[in-house]
Each structure stands twice: as structure tokens, then as C-alpha cells.
């Protein structure tokens, strides 16, 4: 079930068998090469033409960071959906209405894989079939101490684990709900390292709250970004310890537009992870009880946005942050004008009053740490992540940039967090500084 996707020989196979597919639609009699096919060219062509124009300029699905040659991908998809039907009327017998049928699916499937590569969304067998948290049970909460001090928090020194503690974590499905927000979200996850699921358990473990991208859900953290295994490694070479993972929607529910991590007419999403989810977290996992320095914010594309805004403008709850691939400000399809007037009522004051590079002009962040993660291939979000880097600095803060091998994909934003669990981890309290 680990078997890879992106790498190896399912992807070159699948690729071989779309070409394959795709030399046979083309083939035919001479009436067919000559006046249908190339037809059915100029039709993929304006097609391809006709999806570009509507996904980067009219509905601007997605920008400049899409890798141009999945439009390659798209045309042969297309090509072979207008040449299947003539290639299927033009077969005589079952057997070879059956290959053309077979080979229009190889064409399509290559296309997909083609774009699976280039994101690594889906970078193994498992994760195409595993749900997050589906199999767990329900959340095992705990309460904090009623009226005494929360207990120390447990490291790599002062934890002893038991014989019989797990050998990995586990991830719950939970609907963390809002609690003075007034924000509605969605089911989100929880990672529990084995420490905690061990007895007895470790106490007051610290949190890292992880933010997802758009489109996206928290299960993307565990499909493309792997975040169990990661975990799971990382808690193998350290006693079985690991931060506590929280993982909340970001959508907004039914919300078409999304809070942008800012609190605005829109819903008040930043109040929501701010407050709301540490209140939850502290009250029903009896984790990051101590002080803020044992919380961390990290995100990757849209949640790497969020992860800035929350240190920015919460550096007391988030005073660590890890902003993978994030942009240098929140946006929507349409620009800054729809996002003033369908945010803010054209109010562009109440925008800066939250817009973290704004905040970060006038304040000052002696206390707040954070890494800013960039893929060297990334042509849209790169620079946005270097100029972050530098007004992050400018205003204090102990950051560092770091530029990753490949684009604006899981083969950065996994290793964005994955690379960094030392630095974080030490910290947030688990490991000696």
C-alpha cells in the first residue's frame, strides 16, 4: 500500500500507457489521420486555450505558480474525449471498442498522474484510500487539573516511557466548535504522539497547530504532507514524544468565502484559531497548558498566510510560526478592491489594521520565532516568502529563510515542517535547547 506515485515505475508506466492510448485513437484509415484527427488537434488546441483563459483570467482558479507544461497533460485529455467516439465508430469489432475505450482511460489517467507529480498530492497507494481519522474511535480527552498548576511539561530529559506504550500515534476526526468567535467550522484533526496515548501519559505536551491550503481540507496534512509518518519518525528517535498536532478547517463551513485568517464581515476566523481552538485544545487534551511558548503555528500555501497572520497579530498566542510557501498578503480572485469590498465594506484601514507585512511596519516582536520556507522553483510565491522574510526581521523577530529544492508543492511543504521538527521541538520545550 506504500507503493510510490510519483516516483519509480508506476508513474512511468502510466505515462508509457497513456502515450500508447493516445497512439492508438490517432490510428486509422486514411480518411481518419487526415481530416478527423487533425480536426480533433485543433479542437484540443482551443480547448486548452478556452480552460487557461478561464482558470488564470476569468475565474482564476489558479495563478502563475501552475506548471505550464500540465497544460500539455490537458490537450492530450482533451484529444483523446473528442477522437474516442469516431475511433469507437470506426472499430468493427468488440475487442477493439474495448482497447479504444481502454485507451481513452490510459490517456486520462496519465493526465492525472501527470498532475500528481507535480504536486505530489497523492504521493503513495495508502493515501488514495486512507481517510484520516476514519478508523480511530472518538478523540481520548483529558482535563486539565481543576485548581492546581498545570503539571510539568514532559520532555526527552524528565519522561520515562512505559514498556507498553504504543509504538505510533494516532489521528482523530473532531469538530473543534467555536466558543466566542461565533466562527463555524468544519471537522478537523488531532495527531496524538504515542507518549500521549501511552499509561500513564505524558503531561502537557506542547501543540503545533497546522493550517492547510485552499482548495484544501485538513486531511490534505496527512495525505500529500504525510503528517502521521512524519510525526510518527519523529516521536520513534525521541521516546516516543511529539508535539500534539491540531489540524482545524480553515473553510468556514458553508462560507463560500473563506476567513482569510483575518476577522472581518466574512466571520472571525482569526478570533477563531486565536482563542477558540487554545481554549478547546487546553480544556480537552490537557495539552499546551504552560505558556504560549509551547504553541507553534505552521502552514503551507494559504495556511502559511494564516500561520503569519496569527504571529503577527497574536504573537502572544503564537509567538512561533513556520510559513511554508505562504503569500506576502491574503488575496481573493479578483484582487484587493473585491477583497475591501467583500470583506471589509471598502473599509482598506480595517485591512491594514490585520495585514501581517502592514503590522509588521510599526511593530516590534523581540519574543516571536519563525521560519520562512520557500521552494526555489516556486516563480509566484518565492519572492512573496523572501519579502516576508525581511520585513519579519526588520520588525524583530529571530527568523530564518530557507529555499527548498522544487516548486509549489507537497515535495516543499512537507519537508517545510518535517525538516524543521528539531528547531521546533526545542522550541517549544520537548527537546533541550
Known amino acids: ?35 478527423l484527427v487533425p480536426l480533433a488537434l485543433i479542437g484540443a488546441g482551443a480547448g486548452t486555450i478556452l480552460l487557461f483563459l478561464a482558470a488564470e483570467v476569468l475565474l482564476e482558479w489558479w495563478n502563475a505558480s501552475f506548471p505550464r507544461y500540465l497544460y500539455l497533460y490537458s490537450t492530450a485529455g482533451i484529444l483523446a474525449l473528442l477522437l474516442v467516439v469516431p475511433r469507437w465508430r470506426a472499430s468493427r469489432r468488440a475487442l477493439s471498442r474495448i482497447v479504444t475505450a481502454a485507451a481513452a482511460a490510459a490517456v486520462l489517467l ?13 504521493p503513495t497507494l495508502e493515501s488514495l484510500v486512507v481517510n484520516p481519522g476514519e478508523s480511530s474511535g472518538p478523540l481520548p480527552t483529558r482535563s486539565p487539573p481543576a485548581g492546581q498548576d498545570p503539571p510539568q511539561p514532559a520532555t526527552e530529559t524528565n519522561w520515562t516511557p512505559p514498556a507498553d506504550m504504543p509504538a505510533q500515534g494516532k489521528v482523530y476526526q473532531t469538530r473543534i466548535p467555536e466558543s466566542g468567535s461565533g466562527y463555524q467550522a468544519g471537522s478537523g484533526l488531532v495527531y496524538l504522539p504515542p507518549a500521549y496515548l501511552a499509561s500513564p501519559p505524558a503531561q502537557n505536551l506542547p501543540v503545533i497547530l497546522a493550517l492547510h491550503g485552499q482548495p ?9 504532507g504525510q503528517l502521521q509518518s512524519v510525526m510518527d519518525d519523529f516521536a520513534a528517535g525521541h521516546k516516543g514524544l511529539a508535539p500534539v498536532v491540531v489540524v482545524p478547517d480553515l473553510s468556514g463551513g458553508a462560507n463560500a468565502n473563506w476567513s482569510l485568517c483575518l476577522d472581518s464581515s ?66 481573493v480572485p479578483g484582487g484587493i478592491q473585491s477583497l ?31 521560519i520562512v520556507v520557500v521552494g526555489r522553483d516556486d516563480s509566484t510565491y518565492a519572492d512573496q516568502g523572501r519579502q516576508v522574510y525581511e520585513a519579519a526581521k526588520a ?15 507537497w515535495v516543499v511543504w512537507k519537508e517545510g515542517l518535517a525538516g524543521n521538527l528539531d528547531w521546533l521541538s526545542r522550541r517549544l520545550g520537548i527537546l533541550d535547547q
Request: aromatic share 12%; charged share 10%.
Open 1 to 35: 500500500m506504500s507503493l510510490s506515485l510519483t516516483t519509480g515505475p508506476v508513474p512511468a508506466v502510466v505515462f508509457l500507457l497513456g502515450l500508447a492510448g493516445l497512439c492508438w485513437l490517432c490510428w486509422g484509415t486514411r480518411r481518419y489521420l487526415t481530416r
Open 110 to 122: 496519465a493526465a492525472v498522474s501527470g498532475a500528481n507529480m507535480a504536486y505530489s498530492q497523492y
Open 216 to 224: 484544501g481540507s485538513p486531511a490534505d496534512w496527512f495525505t500529500g
Open 266 to 331: 466574512q466571520g472571525r476566523g482569526a478570533t477563531y484559531l486565536a482563542e477558540d481552538v487554545p481554549r478547546w485544545v487546553r480544556g480537552n487534551l490537557a495539552a499546551g497548558l504552560s505558556s504560549s511558548r509551547q504553541w507553534a503555528a505552521a502552514g503551507y500555501s494559504y495556511g502559511g498566510t494564516c500561520a503569519l497572520q496569527l504571529a503577527v497579530n497574536f504573537p502572544d498566542a503564537y509567538p512561533t510560526f513556520v510559513d511554508i510557501a505562504g503569500e506576502n498578503a491574503p488575496t
Open 340 to 370: 475591501l469590498s467583500t470583506y471589509f465594506g471598502g473599509n482598506s484601514a480595517a485591512f491594514t489594521a490585520q495585514n501581517a507585512l502592514d503590522v509588521l511596519k510599526t511593530g516590534s516582536f523581540p519574543d516571536s520565532a519563525g
Open 395 to 409: 520588525a524583530g523577530m529571530d527568523v530564518t529563510l530557507q529555499e527548498l529544492p522544487g516548486g509549489h508543492s
